[in-house]
C-alpha cells in the first residue's frame, strides 16, 4: 500500500512559482508510476504530468509543457511539481497519484492541496 500527502499549495501571483511536493509511505514507492493531477472548479479532473518509476520518462499536459516539471526522489519517497510562470487558468485543487507500471488506473491517491494564482 502507498499513502500520498502533497504540501506545497498556496496563493501566488502570476509569473511565480511554487513547488509541489508528495510524500509516500510504504516500501513500494519505487515501483509505481506518479503522476499529478489537477481539478478546477467546474472542470474535469485532468493529469498535469507523469513520471515512470525510475524517473527516466515524463509526459505533460500541453497546456503546462515548459513551465511545469515533474521529478522524484525515491530515496526520500518524494514526488515534485515545480511550477514556473504560472497563470491565472493553473488555479486549482493538485492531487498526486499513484499506479502501478502493470496498470493505466492510478490507485492511490493523496488529499489534494489547493494553488491559487492570482491575475
Known amino acids: 500500500q502507498v499513502q500520498l500527502v502533497e504540501s506545497g499549495g498556496g496563493l501566488v501571483q502570476a509569473g511565480g512559482s511554487l513547488r509541489l511536493s508528495c510524500a509516500a509511505s510504504?516500501?513500494?514507492?519505487?515501483?509505481?508510476?506518479m503522476g499529478w493531477f489537477r481539478q478546477a472548479p467546474g472542470k474535469e479532473r485532468e493529469l498535469v504530468a507523469r513520471?515512470?518509476?525510475?524517473?527516466?520518462?515524463?509526459y505533460y499536459a500541453d497546456s503546462v509543457k515548459g513551465r511545469f516539471t515533474i521529478s522524484r526522489d525515491n530515496a526520500k519517497n518524494t514526488v515534485y511539481l515545480q511550477m514556473n510562470s504560472l497563470k491565472a487558468e493553473d488555479t486549482a485543487v493538485y492531487y498526486c497519484?499513484?499506479?502501478?507500471?502493470?496498470?493505466?488506473?492510478?490507485?492511490?491517491w493523496g488529499q489534494g492541496t489547493q494553488v491559487t494564482v492570482s491575475s
Open positions: 513520471i515512470t518509476w525510475s524517473g527516466g520518462s515524463t
Open positions: 497519484a499513484a499506479r502501478p507500471s502493470s496498470l493505466a488506473t492510478y490507485t492511490h
Open positions: 510504504g516500501r513500494t514507492f519505487s515501483r509505481y508510476f
